[in-house]
């Protein structure tokens, strides 16, 4: 399966991914294509009633453990119902979080390793990664103050600092590893920047 025309966004909180999407999502429609967005945890019935549990304050004291797999639950479910099927047809899809969320969130935050997270990544979808993943780094405290007072935090959002500090050091180690298909964009950067970065990095890698 061609997997060149999906693309994932990451990035901690506050990074900009919204903005990111609009941003993607604008710039293929520009070219006569009109992508499929969808989202982790979600994207489905059963990922969306998942994705209430997983960020809802409900169950603070889910473990690491249960909270990585219901994250995998939901991506089995939305891959081979929504993704899979978009990519068979030949269409854009755009993703906020896939993979790399949970390498990095369950990984690094909550400490189970990135390694063996990966296992289990690799059990689920085989060698089947995204064509392009854009990786919206800024500094944590940066990121946390742009997020604050935009609605109610999540059960995620409202992790300490040290939390996220993890986070993004796993992102970085994702980064490292497969540079070829994780692109860094600094989003500590004004918006209008940001912008510009990836339409850059987009028109260096889909316009041949």
Known sequence: MDTRRFITIEGTE?????????????????????????????????????????????ERGMTAEAEVLLMFAARAEHFETVIRPALQAGRWVICDRFTDASLAYQGGGRGLGVERVRELADWLL??????????????????LARAAGRSTPDRFESEQQRFFEWVRSAYAQIARAEPERVCRVDAAQPLDRVQRAITAILAARFND
């Open 14 to 58: 506050g990074a900009g991914k919204t903005s990111a999407l609009t941003t993607l999502r604008d710039w293929i429609a520009a070219r006569g294509d009109e992508p499929l967005i969808t989202r982790e945890p979600g994207g489905t019935g059963l990922g969306e009633e998942l994705r209430r549990v997983l960020l809802g304050h409900r």
């Open 126 to 143: 085989g060698d089947l990664t995204p064509g392009l993943t854009l990786w919206l780094d800024l500094p944590v405290e940066l990121g």
